[in-house]
């Protein structure tokens, strides 16, 4: 049996009558990074707010590090790392003098919270900025700052909401490299994505959330397995897709798919047949497309509540 750095049971949430999660069941061993998946608006910062005591749960039980998130809020407190919400930067100091303050705080002494800094001003290419005031820093900086003050200590379990938005390649890269370490440490990884690469790359296991819901639950491998097999593909004489049909991976189904191709008519120039995408199983288990999930979901919506609407 191994341990559980985190454990949810049939928890719910409302807001003003609107239901944000709709009972949900997860189970995150510790020293792994879990991925909570799932588009704008599924629920994903309102788990990570009651994970971390900021928001209370309307039912059901949630534990981080062995302490009831609420029962034991103190307790979870000092297990964990949460970042994302900028709360802890002082505008007035600069960045340095954010670092040096969080780690004192963290109990380093002195001279060991100077060196902490240093290490993360590198880490976030921070350095030229670290002796100008943090209000005079661009969102980017901003965002790598906050960062790296939740990375000053290294708690047990650390949350990340949507850690690599806004970030810049070379940021993106740095942070999943740092993810991968401190897992490596033994360090539980909470995070929250609408990348389903970035999922795929960095987490154990993925739990895939939508409306409250999770639709999914596995590796990356065991989600792509249900989604089925081979995706056939054909494309156009400048390697553009035309058409993709999702197949079971068998050769009664790729011939099948094949033949549909040709009989389509759709003027192609090549087939290629690849493993299903994290956007396929997306797609797959949430039946709507995904891409750009960040405004569209509502819109989407909307626009079908629309058509139905109209054609009724
Ligand atoms: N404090 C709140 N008051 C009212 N509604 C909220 C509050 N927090 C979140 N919501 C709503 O809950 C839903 C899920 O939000 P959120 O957890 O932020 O999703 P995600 O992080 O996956 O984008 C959204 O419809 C959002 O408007
Ligand atoms: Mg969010």
């Known amino acids: 049996m191994t341990t559980a750095a985190i454990e949810v049971s049939g928890l719910h949430k409302s807001f003003g009558g609107q239901s944000v999660l709709d009972g949900i069941d997860l189970r995150v061993q510790a020293g792994t990074v879990f991925a909570l998946l799932g588009p704008n608006g599924a629920g994903k910062t309102t788990l990570i707010n009651i994970l971390s005591t900021l928001v209370l749960p309307d039912a059901g039980t949630a534990s981080v590090g062995g302490h009831d998130v609420v029962a034991d809020s103190e307790g979870v407190k000092r297990s964990i790392s949460l970042t994302g919400q900028s709360a802890a930067v002082d505008e007035v100091l600069t960045g340095e003098e954010n670092l040096r303050m969080m780690a004192r705080l963290s109990g380093y ?150 033949d549909l191709l040709d009989a389509s008519g759709l003027a192609g120039s090549s087939v290629s047949i690849r493993k299903p995408s994290m956007d396929d199983v997306f797609l797959a288990l949430t039946a709507r497309t995904t891409t750009s999930s960040a405004a569209p979901r509502t819109a989407a919506d909307a626009a079908q509540n629309t058509n139905l609407e109209v054609t009724r």
Request: no cysteine; hydrophobic share 45%; charged share 30%.
């Open 109 to 258: 002494t002195a001279p060991a919270a100077k060196q902490r800094a240093r290490e993360l001003l590198e880490q976030f290419d921070l350095v030229e900025a670290s002796r100008k005031r943090v209000k005079t820093y661009s969102g980017g900086m901003r965002r790598r700052l906050d960062l790296a003050i939740s990375l000053v200590a290294t708690p047990p379990v650390i949350f990340l909401d949507e850690p690599t938005t806004g970030l810049d390649a070379r940021s993106r890269q740095t942070l999943w490299a740092m993810i991968l370490d401190l897992a490596a440490q033994g360090i539980t990884i909470f995070l929250t994505t609408q990348y389903l690469d970035e999922a795929d790359l960095l987490a154990d296991r993925i739990a895939v959330i939508d409306r409250g819901v999770v639709v999914a639950e596995g590796t990356a491998a065991e989600l792509k397995a249900r989604v089925g097999g081979e995706v056939v593909e054909l494309r156009d004489a400048n390697d553009e897709i035309v058409r993709e049909l999702p197949t079971d991976g068998s050769v009664h189904g790729l011939r099948q798919a094949i």
